[in-house]
């Protein structure tokens, strides 16, 4: 099952809540929401709205004009601005979108205005969004006018969605490891049933503490090498303290130093056990500690 997770930005060197978003809690954060930034990837809506200003509604929000395109699915489009390429989203790239959504009676449901951005994988998108999405080349603005048959089941028969999106870029997600399903006969194992492999040696000398906080990169395979989440997919290192975190990443982190990158291997009962919601088994994490903060 999902739950609604909350999504936090940097915007002015600022930590502020932008959405709520419809995801998978896949996280390996148990506690402490406001150091999380969790994984935009994500669909949209039941949206409390954050942003400082709130753009008005577009004179045409209920009536598309004639030279907007129609799509056989129900979609109808109007381009906004060219965009600065011909690069459009291909495979399982992720996009990153500037975006603002209105309801066909006028209400505004989510803005996320530059220099802000989120990135969302088109599969966690409503259809219509995400088929408006595919579209786009990088740079290029578009309105699309996304009925209730493409809403994901969020609109009633007659009810619209307007959505004015950006496509600031696109990201190649991060590669799954060819040792996903088991730990490698070079990997060191510990005691606790922790197993590591160092995939690039560190410049520190300091390990962290339980009290320390991290700052990190990290991405996260179930052992069928499903990721389930990546700070490096969304773009933004991850911030968190130590005591906020499964077991296993509490063992794995006072091992490395600053500089260093690790995959580790960690087993159930150091990860989330039978924890409904969340990924079970072993789970598998390429981590960079980029600084300890005292």
Do not use: C
């Not at 909350?6 to 929401?33: C, G, K, T, Y």
């Not at 408006?132 to 009810?159: C, D, F, H, N, Q």
């Not at 968190?240 to 490395?256: A, H, S, Y």
């Amino acid at each position: 099952m999902s739950k609604f997770t909350e999504v936090q930005h940097r915007e002015n060197r600022r930590i502020r809540p932008v959405l709520w978003i419809w995801n998978d809690p896949r996280e390996p954060f148990r506690s402490f929401p406001r150091m999380r930034k969790l994984l935009p990837l994500l669909s949209l809506l039941a949206l409390p709205l954050f942003a400082a200003e709130k753009p008005a509604p577009p004179a045409d929000l209920t009536a598309p004009p004639s030279d907007a395109e129609r799509l056989e699915s129900g979609l109808v489009t109007k381009k906004l601005a060219d965009g600065t390429s011909s690069e459009k989203l291909a495979g399982e790239q992720i996009p990153r979108v500037r975006f603002t959504v209105w309801k066909s009676d006028g209400t505004l449901v989510q803005h996320v205005p530059g220099p802000s951005s989120l990135m969302i994988a088109t599969s966690k998108m409503l259809p219509g969004w995400a088929e408006t999405v595919r579209m786009m080349t990088v740079g290029e603005k578009r309105r699309a006018w996304v009925p209730a048959s493409l809403s994901g089941g969020r609109l009633k028969e007659g009810e619209s969605f307007v959505f004015d999106t950006e496509l600031v870029g696109v990201v190649d997600p991060p590669v799954t490891p060819p040792d996903v399903s088991a730990p490698p006969p070079a990997a060191t194992m510990t005691d606790s049933g922790l197993a590591y492999l160092v995939l690039r040696p560190g410049t520190g000398t300091v390990h962290p503490k339980r009290s320390n906080t991290v700052v990190v990169h990290y991405s996260g395979w179930t052992t069928d090498g499903k990721m389930f989440d990546s700070s490096v997919a969304r773009g933004e290192s991850a911030v968190f303290p130590l005591t906020g975190v499964i077991k296993g990443w509490i063992e794995g982190l006072q091992l490395m130093v600053e500089g260093e990158k690790t995959r580790f291997w960690i087993p159930s009962r150091l990860a989330y056990g039978k924890e409904k919601g969340k990924p079970q088994g072993m789970l598998v994490f390429d981590i960079e500690l980029m600084e300890i903060k005292k």
